[in-house]
C-alpha cells in the first residue's frame, strides 16, 4: 500500500513538473543557447549550409558603421531615459505616499495605465502628438506663440531620438512609480513621525529615510529598466519611425530583426543579439556595483 | 504662526496637485484625443484643429474598421490566441509550481533555478532563434504555435510569482483531503488552486495584457493575414493610412484596440497593482 502510494506520488510529480519543463527547454532555452551558438556560423536559413566561422560575425559588427550607430543610440538611451525614468517615478511616488491628497489613487490608477498599452498603440498615439502640422504638441506650442519650437519631431534627424525618449519615459514611469509606493508604504510610519516631532523637512525626510530604505528596491528597478530600455526602445521605434529617419531612432536590435529577417542573416543577427545580451548584463553589473551602498561605506 | 505653516503646506499641496493634473493630462489627453478622433469625419480631421471635438459622431469609422480593414477577424484572433494562451498558462503554472514547492530535493531546486534563470533573458530578443525553431517543426504560421510560444514565455515570471504563493501554504489541507479519499489530480485542481487563486489571478491579469498586446513574435510568425492578431492589424493599418489618409478608420481600428485594455483595467488595477509589488518584474 505504502510503496504503490509513494509510486504513484513519484509519478504524480513527475506528470506535474516536467511537461511544462519540457517545453521551457524546448521554447526558451534552447533559443537562447542557440542565439550563441548560431552566433558562430555563416547561415542564411532552413536548408542552407552553416559554415562555421567562428568569431569573424563579431569582427564584422566592429566594422558595420550603421550597426555602430545604432549601438550608440542604445547607449544614449541608457544615459537618458532609466535615470529620468527613476527621478519622475520616485519624486511621485514620494509625494503620492505622504497622503495629503485625497485623490491620490487616481493619479496612481491614471499613471499606471501606460505602462498596460500595447506598443503599437503607444506608438500610433504619440505619432499623432508628434505629427508636424496637425500634431498635438505643434498645436499646443503654436498656441502658446511658441512657432518657432514647432519642429517636425520624428522627421529630423536631431530630434527624432529625443522623441523616443520622452515615449519611453512616457510608458514606463507609473510601473516604475506603483513599485516605489508600495516599498515605501511598507517603511515604518513611527519613522516619519520621529522625524516630524524633531522638525525635519519632507525633503529632509526623503533624503535620510525614504531614500535609504528604498535602496534595495531602487536597486532592482534600475536593472529592469536597463533591461526594459533596450526592448522597448526596438518595439516602439519599430512602428513609429522604423529606425528611421537616417537611422536616427535604429537601435542594435532593430538591425538584429532585419538581419534576421528581410536578409535572412542569422548568424550576423545572433551575433548582434549576443553583443545586446553582453551589453545588458555589463550594464546591469555596473549598475549594482556603483549602487552598492554597503561596499562604499566600508571601503 | 501657525496660520503661516498652515498656509505653507496648502501651498505646497496645491503645488504638487497641479504637477499630477498636468501629469495626468499628458497621460490621459493624448489618448481621450484619439478616442475622440476615431469619432471625426476624414475632413474634420484633416483641417488641423487637434482640440476641436467631433461635430457629428461619425460611427461609420469603426465599421469600415470592421468591414475594410478586417478588425474583425484580427480581434477574433486575438481573443482566440490570448484565452487559449491563458488556458495553457494556467495549467502550466499551477501544476510546475506545485510540484516544486511540494517535492523538494536537489532536482526541484535544479529546475527552480533554471526558470529563474528565463527571468533575465527576455522573449522579445529571442524572436529571431524562436521562428527558426517554429520553422523547423512546421510550427509558423499557426495560432496555436504563437499560442505555445506565448505560454511557456511568461512560465518563468508565473512559476516564480505562483511558488511564492504556494510555499506559505499548510500541508493540511491536501492531507486532510486524502484521507476522504480525494485523488491528487482532483486535490490540486479543487482544493489547492482555490486557496492559491490570489497569486493565479495576478498571474492571469497580468499575461492577459501581455498577450493581448503583444506585438513582435506575432507580427514574425504568423504571416498569413486571416491569422494576425488585433496589434499587427493595427500596425499595418498605421503603415497604410500614412500613405492612403483614412484617418477615421484607423483611429476607430485604435480604439478597438484600446476600449478593451481600459474596460479589463478599469475591474483589475488593484490586483495589477498588488501584482506588481508581489513580484516585481514584467517583461
Known amino acids: 500500500m505504502s510503496l504503490s502510494r509513494k509510486r504513484n506520488d513519484i509519478l504524480f510529480f513527475a506528470l506535474c513538473v516536467l511537461p511544462p519543463l519540457l517545453l521551457y527547454m524546448v521554447f526558451y532555452i534552447y533559443p537562447t543557447l542557440n542565439t550563441f551558438w548560431l552566433s558562430l556560423f555563416e547561415y542564411s536559413g532552413i536548408g542552407g549550409a552553416m559554415t562555421f566561422v567562428g568569431l569573424e560575425n563579431f569582427a564584422y559588427i566592429l566594422k558595420d558603421e ?5 549601438f550608440g543610440n542604445n547607449l544614449i538611451l541608457m544615459l537618458f531615459v532609466p535615470f529620468p525614468t527613476l527621478i519622475i517615478a520616485l519624486g511621485s511616488a514620494a509625494a503620492l505616499s505622504r497622503k495629503d491628497l485625497k485623490e491620490r489613487n487616481f493619479y496612481r490608477t491614471v499613471f499606471f495605465f501606460p505602462s498596460i498599452l500595447s506598443f503599437v498603440v503607444v506608438a500610433i498615439v504619440w505619432y499623432f502628438i508628434y505629427s508636424p502640422n496637425s500634431g498635438l504638441l505643434n498645436n499646443c506650442l503654436n498656441a502658446l506663440g511658441l512657432k518657432a519650437l514647432a519642429l517636425p519631431w520624428l522627421g529630423d534627424s536631431r530630434t527624432a531620438l529625443g522623441a523616443i525618449i520622452v515615449v519611453l519615459i512616457w510608458q514606463a514611469f507609473g510601473y516604475y512609480m506603483v513599485m516605489y509606493i508600495a516599498g515605501i508604504d511598507s517603511i515604518p510610519q513611527e519613522l516619519y513621525e520621529a522625524a516630524e516631532v524633531d522638525g525635519a523637512s519632507p525633503f529632509k525626510q526623503f533624503y535620510k529615510i525614504t531614500i535609504p530604505l528604498l535602496w534595495p528596491v531602487i536597486r532592482i528597478t534600475l536593472v529592469f529598466m536597463i533591461g526594459g530600455t533596450i526592448t522597448i526602445s526596438f518595439l516602439v521605434a519599430n512602428v513609429l519611425t522604423a529606425g528611421g529617419p537616417n537611422f536616427a531612432t535604429d537601435t542594435a536590435l532593430n538591425q538584429m530583426y532585419r538581419q534576421g529577417t528581410i536578409n535572412a542573416n542569422y548568424g550576423y543577427a545572433m551575433a548582434i543579439a549576443v553583443v545586446v545580451f553582453l551589453f545588458s548584463m555589463i550594464l546591469s553589473m555596473i549598475s549594482n556595483r556603483l549602487t552598492n551602498r554597503e561596499e562604499k561605506t566600508h571601503g | 504662526m501657525a496660520d503661516s505653516s498652515f498656509i505653507a503646506k496648502s501651498f505646497a499641496r496645491w503645488t504638487t496637485r497641479l504637477i499630477f493634473i498636468f501629469l495626468s493630462l499628458v497621460v490621459l489627453y493624448p489618448l481621450f484625443w484619439n478616442l475622440m478622433a476615431s469619432l471625426k469625419s476624414n475632413t474634420e480631421l484633416m483641417d488641423n484643429n487637434a ?3 467631433p461635430k457629428v459622431p461619425h460611427f461609420d469609422n469603426y465599421a469600415r474598421a470592421f468591414r475594410k480593414a478586417h ?49 533575465f533573458i527576455q522573449v522579445t530578443v529571442l524572436v529571431i532563434p524562436i521562428f527558426l525553431l517554429l520553422n523547423s517543426i512546421g510550427l509558423t504560421n499557426s495560432r496555436e504555435g504563437l499560442i505555445l510560444v506565448y505560454a511557456v514565455g511568461a512560465l518563468p515570471f508565473s512559476v516564480y510569482l505562483l511558488t511564492g504563493y504556494m510555499v ?12 476522504d479519499g480525494c485523488g491528487r489530480w482532483r486535490t490540486l485542481f479543487t482544493i489547492i488552486a482555490p486557496l492559491v487563486q490570489p497569486g493565479l489571478i495576478t498571474v492571469m491579469i497580468f499575461n492577459f495584457f501581455t498577450f493581448w498586446n503583444e506585438y513582435i513574435l506575432a507580427l514574425t510568425l504568423i504571416y498569413d493575414d486571416a491569422k494576425r492578431t488585433l496589434p499587427i492589424g493595427l500596425s499595418n493599418l498605421f ?45
Open chain 2, 51 to 53: 482640440f476641436a471635438l
Open chain 2, 168 to 179: 506559505s501554504l499548510p500541508m493540511d489541507y491536501e492531507e486532510a483531503a486524502m484521507i
Open chain 2, 239 to 283: 503603415e497604410v493610412a500614412r500613405y492612403a489618409t483614412d484617418w477615421g478608420a484607423l483611429f476607430a481600428a485604435l480604439s478597438i484596440v484600446l476600449i478593451p485594455t481600459i474596460v479589463v483595467y478599469s475591474f483589475t488595477q488593484k490586483k495589477l497593482t498588488e501584482g506588481v509589488t508581489a513580484g516585481g518584474i514584467k517583461g
Open chain 2, 71 to 119: 478588425m474583425g477577424e484580427y480581434m477574433f484572433n486575438s481573443i482566440y490566441v490570448t484565452v487559449a494562451s491563458l488556458v495553457v498558462l494556467y495549467l502550466l503554472t499551477l501544476t510546475s509550481a506545485y510540484g516544486l514547492t511540494r517535492y523538494r530535493n536537489w532536482l526541484s531546486s535544479t529546475i527552480k533555478t533554471i526558470y529563474q534563470a528565463g527571468l
Open chain 1, 66 to 70: 550603421h550597426l555602430l550607430k545604432s
